[in-house]
């Protein structure tokens, strides 16, 4: 078995004990693997082991990654972006998991009409209002709920963060318990459903399945050092 193979079945059957202790169940939760820097050959070795969503955090990778690769394999764009890159990456990735802001997803929701298209998106919440940090802070993301609804192409599904990073896993869980927080109050403010939480990295994936997280993204734990 190769190392990432071995990999990957030690972090999928964490994920599973991690529902266990919330009482969820496996299916639930589903493991994003990260692959950003990472060749092609690399990642062909996590499709042989069976894993086939991948996160990469810039348009230009996927680009030249996608074509490299088997056509069931699935990608989730997980860094920012930029307006011009927007025609480039909505027919490639399945989930666009971090729109940051009303501009964004305004061109998203123009671009994807132009295409006749309808992008899933998360809204990325800047948990910790780090000014250093992408993403809509709770309050803006309440004013703006009903001008993101009205973008008629984009099918809103969650939420996603990056809280500031800290090695002990316990310190990211007040932050996954404000996206969920946040999350059911969206759901009451504009009166449709949000069931994805995209949360938790390598080192804390097991809190933010704790915590609700249906989407974990992680790199290093799976493909090793960047
Ligand atoms: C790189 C990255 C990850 C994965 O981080 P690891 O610590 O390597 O697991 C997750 N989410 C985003 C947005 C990233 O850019």
């Not at 999928?12 to 004990?17: A, H, S, V």
């Not at 192409?153 to 007040?174: A, N, V, W």
């Amino acid at each position: 078995m190769s190392d990432i193979a071995a990999n990957l079945e030690r972090i999928r059957e964490r994920m599973k004990t991690a529902c266990e202790r919330a009482g969820r169940r496996a299916g639930e939760v589903e493991l994003v693997a990260v692959s950003k820097t990472k060749p092609a050959e690399v990642i062909q070795q996590a499709v042989d082991a069976g894993q086939l969503l991948f996160g990469e955090n810039r348009v230009q990778e996927v680009m030249q990654k996608k074509p490299l690769l088997p056509a069931c394999v699935r990608w989730h764009l997980i860094g920012p972006l930029q307006s011009n890159k927007v025609r480039k990456i909505l027919p490639l990735v399945e989930m666009v998991e971090a729109v940051d802001s009303l501009d964004i997803a305004r061109d998203i929701n123009r671009i994807a009409a132009e295409l006749g298209l309808h992008p899933k998106v998360l809204l990325e919440i800047n948990v910790a209002t780090e000014s250093s940090k992408h993403g809509f802070s709770a309050d803006a993301v309440r004013e703006q709920l009903d001008a993101l609804y009205s973008l008629d192409r984009l099918y809103i599904q969650g939420l996603m963060c990056i809280p500031p990073f800290d090695p002990t896993p316990e310190h990211s869980r007040k932050y996954f318990q404000q996206l969920r927080t946040l999350r059911d109050e969206l759901e009451t403010q504009g009166g449709a459903p949000l069931p994805m939480l995209s949360m938790g990295m390598s080192h804390d994936f097991e809190v933010a399945i704790e915590e609700g997280a249906t989407l974990v993204r992680v790199g290093t734990a799976i493909f090793g050092g960047r």
